[in-house]
């Protein structure tokens, strides 16, 4: 089967993983997988990025079938759940909302810039060598620690149970497939 440009996005997330790790503010590049899934799914109806066009899942696919780092058993019923998928969202979308009261205080001259990444939002990793200031405000660059934070906590979680289960075992509870995935449903039904 002929490779079309989209089958090398897992690229593009490698890239931003290593760029996020010598210069923190290309994780302001992490919004277009946000972005872009958002509203692929109001345009069409379709979870088209994530079948198509997500690089993580391909690098997920590429690392855990044909490099064989994925023991390619199924995820257990618990975590294909509305429960755990739905809980997920929430946790995530709390993160989310806690990294940008942060960065409105560094903003807003309440707090000063935390230089860290913080992985599964608990262990706190000192970052300091990817930000030497810029002519940006320090809330700036607190919105990429941040978005970092958790575009690297996802991509641990992805590849840990990409180890466990199947390769793409992260897309089951992808935070971004569920809102999709809602999306899709919302527009399918008003168009019958």
């Known amino acids: 089967m002929k490779k079309r440009w989209y089958d090398y996005l897992w690229i593009a997330s490698l890239a931003y993983l290593i760029l996020g790790f010598f210069n923190i503010l290309f994780a302001w590049l992490g919004l277009l997988c946000f972005f872009i ?11 088209s990025y994530c079948n198509r066009y997500c690089g993580r899942g391909q690098l997920f696919s590429l690392l855990g079938g044909q490099f064989g780092l994925s023991r390619k058993k199924d995820i257990p019923n618990w975590m294909k759940s509305k429960g755990l998928r739905y809980g997920f969202l929430i946790f995530f979308f709390v993160m989310f909302f806690q990294m940008l009261w942060n960065t409105a205080l560094v903003f807003a001259g309440a707090h000063s810039l935390r230089q860290v990444v913080t992985l599964l939002w608990t262990f706190r990793l000192p970052w300091h060598w990817a930000y030497h200031g ?9 919105f990429a620690f941040g978005f970092y934070s958790v575009m690297l906590t996802s991509t641990v979680l992805g590849l840990v ?11 089951v509870y992808c935070p971004m497939g569920t809102m999709t995935q809602l999306i899709c449903k919302a527009k399918n039904h008003n168009t019958k």
Do not use: D, E
């Open 37 to 47: 899934p958002l509203v692929l799914s109001l345009v069409k109806g379709t979870k």
């Open 161 to 171: 149970t990409m180890v466990l289960f199947k390769p793409r075992s992260w897309c």
């Open 134 to 142: 810029t002519l940006f405000h320090p809330g700036v660059a607190q």
